[in-house]
């Protein structure tokens, strides 16, 4: 992840990326441009949401793509793989989102190990996120972690051949409906 490499207020990130065809993420006063996936990157988003939007059909929680942010407060606002947000203060602004429930983020050589700790850090604060899902392209691997009622957080791995549990929205599918269509 390569920043902008000055400081930005929240409200100057905020106008700069109405104005930018290229997206960037925002964290403490620096803004990140976004970089286009892969081919398998982009599948395996599709086929999360594919399996995401005939679960939920018409419930009141709402799924989105990687081109709605959330938000936390002044410190980040990033664009998740896929979200969902269950709470109706979300329907209020059509392009920041402050309540997810779960975040799912489909993992790239470039930005593995931030998802997997700064970012996982930052998603930590929002209090209404129940379930964080790490989507591996190299293997058919998933890591959900969960939040516990302790408040801490416990992680559960799905490898090829399982069947994934989303607990945050009661969601259960082979791996391998994940993992459909991908090039080698």
């Not at 410190?75 to 947000?85: K, S, V």
């Not at 996120?129 to 302790?150: A, H, K, N």
Request: aromatic share 12%; glycine share 4%; hydrophobic share 35%.
């Amino acid at each position: 992840m390569i920043a902008v490499p000055h400081y930005l207020s929240p409200e100057e990130y905020l106008d700069l990326e109405t104005q930018s065809p290229i997206r960037h993420e925002y964290r403490r006063g620096l803004a990140y441009a976004m970089a286009g996936g892969t081919d398998n990157h982009d599948r395996l988003a599709l086929n999360l949401l594919t399996l995401i939007n005939l679960h939920l059909g018409d419930s009141e929680c709402r799924f989105h793509s990687g081109n709605v942010k959330v938000n936390y407060q002044d410190e980040f606002y990033d664009y998740p793989d896929a979200f969902i947000t269950c709470d109706p203060r979300d329907r209020a602004d059509r392009y920041i989102k402050r309540y997810p429930k779960l975040i799912a983020e489909v993992l790239s050589p470039s930005t593995q190990a931030f998802d997997l700790s700064e970012k996982f850090d930052d998603y930590q604060k929002l209090a209404s996120l129940e379930e964080y899902m790490l989507i591996f392209q190299d293997s058919q691997r998933v890591e959900c972690r969960r939040r516990t009622p302790g408040n801490t957080w416990e992680s559960v791995v799905y490898r090829m051949g399982d069947r994934v549990l989303l607990k945050s929205i009661d969601l259960e599918f082979a791996i391998a409906d994940l993992y459909r269509g991908l090039d080698g």
